[in-house]
């Protein structure tokens, strides 16, 4: 029968459904996409793109390239004011986010790291979004695996909604919701899909997406800037899994870090797969409707995991 749920802490509501959908096990594997000739991403083509912020190489050539966006969100030079990045995190079209070895998503995600400190810098920035989109359906533009950093001069309203009730709940409660939403599903273990010495992966009770996931660091830091090259290890070892999983139901995926520049948080990180398309009732209400019972999609999570 379906039931309301509500976020550990934000006043959100979803519908969870409870209808099984079809199992990973009896989906096939996506086919491989062949090097784009035309893809601006891609070796050779670097003149397509604008010039370089950083890049990372190995045997004099480049293994990850960092750049202003071409079609930026926002720009120094328009009315929308901010600084708008793509990471290109593979020389490879048609290699995968999770074919990638642990240790070069923990350098992705370190040098996502260094490039948010570097905006976050800038006179005037106030947030940054750093995020990835990966598959048709998630937003992504070119099917070449990059990751993106969009800086602002202000702080976004879901932003500070999530700050001001994480501020709240802590203030009514004495204690982090975070820290405190970990010790309860600790104790339940049915949505926990892994946990590490650093890291706790879970699907969160009220899940607004059919395989959410939810990663959050153990030890309280308010941005994914303050984690050690441990800690990237194994968020890699953590995104590595479950995106595979992601790749095994045909999933576009976006991967997005909460963060907080200024104040007190709980930085996690959001693995939102993009199985379902919102209709009239979800925009009417702001309510998500979720076909997969969060208990279900951890277990097929820790399923593949042991794959």
């Not at 290699?95 to 995600?109: D, P, Q, V």
């Not at 090259?229 to 194994?234: G, S």
């Not at 790749?247 to 991967?255: D, L, T």
Request: proline share 6%; net charge positive; hydrophobic share 35%.
């Amino acid at each position: 029968m379906p039931e309301f749920r509500e976020h550990y802490f934000l006043p959100r509501k979803v519908v969870i459904a409870g209808k099984r959908t079809k199992r990973p096990k009896d989906l096939k594997e996506p086919k491989p996409v062949e090097k784009s000739s035309d893809c601006p991403f891609c070796p050779g083509n670097e003149a397509m793109t604008p010039p370089e912020t950083e890049r990372i190489e190995e045997q004099e050539k480049w293994i990850m390239r960092v750049f202003p966006n071409k079609f930026p969100t926002v720009s120094l030079h328009s009315k929308a004011r901010g600084f708008h990045e793509v990471v290109v995190e593979t020389r490879a079209h048609g290699e995968r986010f999770h074919e990638f070895g642990t240790a070069k998503i923990a350098s992705i995600l370190s040098l996502l790291s260094k490039r948010c400190i570097s905006l976050e810098k800038k006179i005037g920035i106030s947030f940054v979004a750093v995020f990835k989109n990966s598959g048709n359906g998630s937003g992504a533009s070119l099917h070449h695996e990059h990751s993106q950093l969009v800086a602002l001069s202000f702080v976004p309203k879901p932003a500070k909604e999530e700050y001001s009730a994480f501020e709240s709940y802590k203030l009514k409660n004495k204690k982090c919701p975070l820290c405190s939403a970990l010790e309860q599903e600790k104790q339940k273990k049915e949505r926990i899909v892994f946990e590490g010495d650093k890291f706790i992966a879970l699907a969160p009770y009220a899940s607004r997406f059919c395989y959410e996931l939810m990663i959050v660091p153990k030890e309280h830091k308010n941005s994914f800037t303050e984690f050690s090259e441990e800690e990237f290890l194994e968020l890699g070892k953590i995104l590595k899994k479950s995106t595979k999983t992601m790749s095994k139901i045909r999933a576009p995926y976006n991967i997005l870090f909460h963060n907080r520049k200024k104040g007190e948080f709980h930085c996690y990180v959001e693995l939102l797969p993009r199985l379902a398309t919102w209709a009239g009732f979800e925009f009417m209400t702001g309510v998500s409707v979720n076909s997969v019972l969060p208990e279900e999609a951890a277990e097929v999570y820790r399923e593949n995991w042991r794959k």
